[in-house]
Every structure is written in C-alpha cells, then in structure tokens.
C-alpha cells in the first residue's frame, strides 16, 4: 500500500515554457502533500506545503509565484514550474501523508532539464 | 545549520554481515524519526519509523534504535544483502510534521 506517482518522470523543456508535474496518491487519501526538490549528491530539500483545498506554504527562499502548487483533491497535487530557466533544472520529488499519519511517501520523482 | 547530520558519507559491508547507519539531530523538538532508501534518479522508499517515546523499533532485517539524550539515533540492517546498496536518509520531523533531511549515507555491500 501507499504508493505515490509521479508524471512525467522526466521532461526536457525550453527556457521561457512552464512545465506541469503531477503527483498522485493512488491507494489512498493525501490529505498533505509536499514537493522537494534535490539536487545532485544533496539531500532532499521541502520546497513547499500543501494541505488539500488550501493554499501552500512554502519554505524560505522559494518563489511562491515560480513554483505554482495546486492541491484540489485528497490524491492529486501539481506543481507547474513557470518560466523554467536552466537553473531550475533538478530532480522534484513529492510525497503525499494521509491525515493522523506521520509517514510521508514519495513519488518516484521528475527529472526536469531546462535548456 | 544542518539539523539532522549523517557524518558517514559512505559505508561498505561484508554480504551477511550488519549495516550500522548512524544519523545525529540537534533540533530537541523533533519527535518522529524515519529512514528512507534512495537509488538514483528515484524517490525515497520508506523503510522504517520510530517515535521518541521508544528506544527500539524492529522490522524483519531492519531495526532503528533511538537515544534521545544523545540526540542519535541508528538503523541496523541484518543480514545485509546485495540489494540492500544504496544511500539510506535518515528524516525527522518535529510538532509541524514537515521532514527533515540528513545528507545521506551510500551504502555498500560487498558480495
């Protein structure tokens, strides 16, 4: 149980285009979701909150109006990256928790290149 | 400030022999700890969980220890098993439930 995916797995784009990432809990009901991103040999780093039918919280030092999050149901986030840009480029994972639990599980993640 | 430290960037083991993960906290507030599975270009897998009101938690080859003075806690794989390379987080969270990251540890098993 508790699976979480993740689509496209990978997407090349070019800079200036706003790429859509979806992520979904297929087994069950994710009443939280987070978006991470991770760049090579670092850890995971929270991008961003997002509690279904409510706007995201998002950590210090990322653009709210860059990384748009959308949470309209209990097994669907999105996260549209708008205007990519080459620095942008980085591997998003989201996780998805249901409500009263404490574990959180991941999506298999999007790789995004921005040329 | 690094708040969840995994000083051991890389560890190697023998096929059948244990795994000793280590993982360090600073942030006393944290009260749920997990440990996660990593392969390249893939998300974390969950493995096993551990909330600060226990010391042990057990799940066939995987055991987490928690020692809350010491702000430490560790996660035993045995036997360990060609399957089992990887790099392993370990993750914390605190009353906001938001996670925390470690830096990872690659492990290796030997054959």
């Known amino acids: 149980g508790a699976v979480v995916s993740q689509h496209p797995s990978w997407v090349i784009c070019k800079s200036g285009t706003s790429v859509k990432i979806e992520c979904r809990s297929l087994?069950?009901?994710?009443?939280?979701m987070f978006w991470y991103r991770q760049f090579p040999k670092q850890s995971l780093m929270l991008m961003a909150t997002?509690?279904?039918?409510?706007?995201?919280?998002?950590e210090q030092g990322v653009e709210k109006d860059k990384f748009l999050i959308n949470h309209a149901s209990l097994t669907l986030s999105t996260l549209t990256v708008t205007s990519a840009h080459p620095e942008d480029s980085s591997f998003y994972i989201c996780?998805?928790?249901?409500?009263?639990?404490?574990?959180?599980?991941f999506g298999p993640g999007t790789r995004l290149l921005v040329l | 400030d690094q708040q969840v430290k995994q000083n051991s960037p890389s560890l190697s083991v023998q096929e059948g022999r244990i795994s000793i993960l280590n993982c360090d906290y600073t942030?006393?507030?944290?009260?749920?700890f997990l440990w996660y599975k990593k392969y390249p270009a893939e998300g974390p897998t969950f493995l096993i969980s551990?909330?600060?009101?226990?010391d042990k938690n057990e799940d066939g080859r995987f055991t987490v220890f928690l020692n809350k003075s010491a702000k430490h806690l560790s996660l035993h794989i045995v036997p360990s098993q060609p399957g089992d390379s990887a790099v392993y987080f370990c993750?914390?969270?605190?009353?906001?439930?938001?996670?925390?990251f470690g830096t990872g540890t690659r492990l290796t098993i030997i054959p």
């Open positions: 942030n006393s507030m944290f009260d749920y």
């Open positions: 997002s509690n279904e039918g409510s706007k995201a919280t998002y």
């Open positions: 087994d069950f009901q994710a009443t939280t």
């Open positions: 996780s998805a928790r249901a409500w009263s639990q404490e574990t959180q599980y």
């Open positions: 551990i909330s600060s009101i226990k």
């Open positions: 993750a914390a969270s605190d009353i906001n439930e938001k996670l925390t």
